[in-house]
């Protein structure tokens, strides 16, 4: 394992920082360097950013650059890291740009030929993916859903069929409408998980179908309350679950010698399937017979 050096700092290079989204110690090590080295801070709010940097004892500038103000600033700071300067580019919390302020000033940099280099860390949407338990190997993410029901609609219409596992952030305000109308637009059987407060001492992480995880929410309001994200099972057609003739002529064979419900998680395990449905259907085998 190679030891820890501290990074050194490029000048005329933009730094893509993230910062933590709940606990501090998930700050990495060559964030603090780069935050402690460069010239200037850019920081969605630079009151916020400034109790981070007085946590690490890191004295730096700052500079304001949000969603009302990035584009107009943009040239600011274009011009400093044409002059030489080295500049890192934070968020309130996660990595930066999604769904945070950066876009126009990373493309501008590109445009100008300057150096952009982005640090691994902290990210609400992909550390809820990690533990929701649905598939990752294929995602999309969502972002916030529309604030008006009408367009919230639509745009759940639009993702119906979308077979991929989605990500979405939600307001506390919202939570409730966004999952009501996901059971009016999808149905009550689509599995969604909420992932809330990641990092902080009331960390939560449930999943249900939604028309449970909806009830479930209700009955607490505390259940509510903090900075969410939803990852919800994509669209499943009805041939989805078809079980493949292998994985039936495996269950035949392990039944001759072992009970059903051990022949059908041998043979779950050995084809990737799903054990219920193989179970489901063996049963029904059974019946018929």
Not at 16 to 44: K, M
Not at 245 to 260: D, F, I, N, V
């Amino acid at each position: 394992m190679s030891t820890h050096n501290q990074t050194a700092i490029l000048p005329s290079t933009l730094y893509v920082v993230p910062t933590p989204i709940g606990n501090l110690g998930d700050i990495t090590q060559r964030a603090l360097d780069v935050l402690n080295h460069v010239n200037l801070i850019a920081a969605e709010d630079t009151r916020h950013t400034g109790l981070l940097l007085q946590h690490f004892a890191i004295n730096a500038q700052l500079f304001a650059l949000h969603d009302h103000n990035e584009q107009a600033k943009a040239d600011i700071l274009i011009a400093k890291l044409q002059d030489g300067h080295s500049i890192a580019l934070v968020s309130d919390a996660g990595t930066p740009l999604i769904n945070d302020p950066g876009y126009h000033l990373v493309r501008r940099c590109r445009e100008a030929g300057i150096r952009v280099i982005p640090l691994p860390g902290a990210c609400a949407a992909i550390t809820a993916l990690s533990a929701a338990g649905l598939p990752s190997d294929r995602f999309c993410y969502e972002g916030f859903l529309p604030a008006k029901t009408k367009a919230r609609c639509d745009t759940l219409r639009e993702l119906e069929q979308e077979p991929r596992t989605m990500i979405f952030y939600e307001s506390t305000h919202r939570l409730l409408d966004s999952l009501r109308d996901m059971v009016e637009v999808w149905g009550a059987a689509r599995y969604v998980v909420l992932a809330r407060e990641l990092t902080k001492t009331w960390e939560t992480i449930y999943g249900a179908p939604v028309g449970e995880l909806l009830a479930w929410i209700e009955e607490d309001e505390v259940r509510r309350k903090g900075e969410m994200v939803l990852i919800v099972e994509g669209y499943k057609s009805d041939d989805d679950d078809a079980l493949p003739p292998e994985a039936l002529r495996t269950l035949a064979l392990l039944q001759k010698e072992l009970p059903l419900k051990k022949a059908a998680a041998l043979a779950a395990e050995i084809h990737g399937v799903k054990k219920n449905a193989l179970y489901r259907y063996a049963l029904e085998c059974q019946e018929e017979e």
